[in-house]
């Protein structure tokens, strides 16, 4: 799969992350209730699990697709490791 076609598969595993919540009409009611709770608390919750476990594979795949650009424009693999500027002590 090009780099391209990655970033793609990444864009539309977040799609929904972010669409879904936005779309209040989907989830504004309280039927059907789980344990109690309404319609629209549990969803969120329901959400926020479903963003987790979308985010996770896109971030495996960007962290691809970001090796693969590096090296396709002649760059390490992974960027170099730099150790921040020492402090100076303040009398």
């Known amino acids: 799969m090009s780099s391209r076609g990655r970033w793609a598969v990444v ?48 971030y495996l795949i960007a962290q691809g697709a970001e090796r693969a650009d590096r090296v396709r424009h002649g760059l390490p693999a992974e960027p170099p490791v730099t150790d921040p500027p020492a402090k100076e002590e303040q009398p």
Request: charged content about 5%; aromatic content about 22%.
């Open 11 to 58: 864009y539309l595993l977040l799609a929904p992350a972010v669409v879904l919540p936005l779309w209040v009409s989907l989830y504004d009611r309280t039927d059907p209730t789980l344990f109690g709770f309404p319609f629209f608390f549990w969803f969120q919750f329901a959400l926020i699990i479903l963003a987790v476990a979308l985010t996770v594979p896109a």
